[in-house]
């Protein structure tokens, strides 16, 4: 069989630990013996990380800038253990931080719902996306203590010298505060990622917050998803035959739980990262679940939603058999291959990419899994494979489907 041959890179992002270990199998198993793989390649290891002062890191995004499309593997964020094991000249901060205020994104998640890993919502039929905006709130606070009586007060001040000033309370004894923004830039890049991602994936785009109580900061992120849906977005929504809506996050809470999936849905940052953490686990796993940073000038970058599995790493150095799941990571590398082709026009690089996942869904489905799902499945004579044996069944299930 002739390999596929594509015309533009694609950023690579290499990364740590097991992740790095299965992204090389991948690799060799599953893309080098059908694609001409073109890549531009940037070792985001953490030792490389540490030997260029973090500067790969600032390159693979700028990389991803240039190209449009990038691939990451899992990477890890340094703290005080790793900078002892990997002797590290400072504690160099999260990739994912860095990339992502490069790229001005909002993450998506959804989940890879397959036969016989159900969701525990049991009208769920097809997956929910969430949407999370990644800036601000409660992640970028100012608090304070209050030790004893006195006022509060909420204090903005011009360049010009004006001031707005409100009273917060008045304390009469100790008690806590708490402030926190966000900025008109970075809402309208969350709401037109969101618009741009919903007409991609031909899908419902629901917000929610909770303006009732929070009257101006909730209400202006209604608003100006509101102004840009109407402006830019309203027409494209009709003639794709799908629907934005915004509602109170109580009132989408409840409908999530009745809905039956097949939506996107959009949360603030606080609510984004606890929902997240709820749907993803009733849907299964964090190895089930594919994660993409998307960036309002139209940027794609695509990873594992999981870490890089640190625990069977150090089996797999000690020379003992390990039963990682791989899926979240092929998903990784299928979704960047179909955006590529997508861009590029190349129906066969998007045809690879579907029946790659494919025969990842069907290895699964067959009852051929690693551990991990294993553990959670509702069919009966599974076979538990190890890290190596699944990527090679999948490949097997490949080469049937061809
Ligand atoms: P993790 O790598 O996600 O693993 C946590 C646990 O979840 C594992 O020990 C394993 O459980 C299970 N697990 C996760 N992914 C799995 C997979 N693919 N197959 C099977 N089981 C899987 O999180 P962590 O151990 O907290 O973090 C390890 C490193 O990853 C850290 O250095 C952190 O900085 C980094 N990290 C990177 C990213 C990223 O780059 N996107 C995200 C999160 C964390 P058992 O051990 O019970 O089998
Ligand atoms: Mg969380």
């Not at 290891?45 to 260029?52: A, D, K, P, S, V």
């Not at 997240?276 to 679940?289: E, I, P, Q, R």
Request: with cysteine; glycine share 6%.
């Amino acid at each position: 069989m002739e390999k596929i041959q594509m015309t533009t890179p694609l950023v690579e992002m290499d990364g740590d630990e097991m992740t790095r270990i299965l992204w090389k199998m991948i690799k060799d198993e599953l893309l080098l013996p059908y694609i001409d793989l073109k890549t531009e390649y940037y070792d985001l290891g953490l030792q490389h990380r540490n030997e260029t002062d973090d500067q790969v890191t600032i390159d693979s995004a700028e990389a991803t800038k240039k190209y449009g499309v990038a691939v990451k593997c899992a990477t890890i964020t340094p703290n005080a253990a790793r900078m002892t094991e990997y002797h590290l000249k400072e504690m160099w901060k999260s990739p994912n931080g860095t990339i992502r205020a490069a790229l001005d994104g909002t993450v998506f998640r959804t989940p890879i719902v397959v036969k016989g890993i159900e969701p525990c919502v049991r009208n769920w039929e097809k997956p929910i996306t969430l949407a999370r905006h990644a800036y601000g709130d409660v992640y970028k606070n100012t608090e304070i203590k209050v030790p004893g009586p006195g006022r509060a007060e909420l204090v903005f001040t011009a360049q010009d010298g004006t001031e707005i000033r409100e009273t917060i309370h008045e304390f009469k004894g100790p008690g806590i505060l708490q402030g926190i923004h966000n900025t008109d830039q970075s809402i309208t890049s969350f709401a037109e990622a969101c618009f741009n991602y919903a007409l991609d994936t031909k899908q419902d785009l629901w917000f929610a917050t909770k303006d009732t109580i929070s009257k101006k900061y909730d209400h202006h992120f209604k608003d100006i998803f509101q102004e840009i849906y109407d402006r830019q977005y309203k027409e494209k929504f009709e003639a794709a035959g799908i629907e934005y809506f915004y509602t109170l996050i109580d009132d989408a809470v409840a409908r999530v739980m009745k809905a039956k999936g097949g939506f996107i849905w959009a949360c603030k940052n606080y609510d984004g990262d606890v929902m997240s953490d709820m749907v993803s686990s009733a849907f299964g796993s964090l190895a089930m679940m594919t994660s993409v940073l998307v960036s309002p000038s139209g940027v794609y970058e695509y990873e594992a939603a999981h870490g890089t599995v640190q625990r069977h790493y150090y089996k797999y150095l000690k020379g003992e058999e390990t039963s990682t799941n791989s899926v979240a990571t092929i998903f990784a590398w299928t979704g960047a291959l179909r955006k590529r082709g997508e861009l590029d026009g190349i129906p066969a690089l998007m045809a690879f990419a579907d029946r790659l996942e494919q025969a990842t869904v069907k290895t699964i489905e067959d009852g051929r899994m690693t551990k991990d799902l294993a553990l959670i499945t509702s069919l009966e004579h599974v076979t538990v494979l190890n890290s190596e044996e699944f990527i090679k069944a999948v490949r097997e299930t490949f080469e049937k489907l061809s």
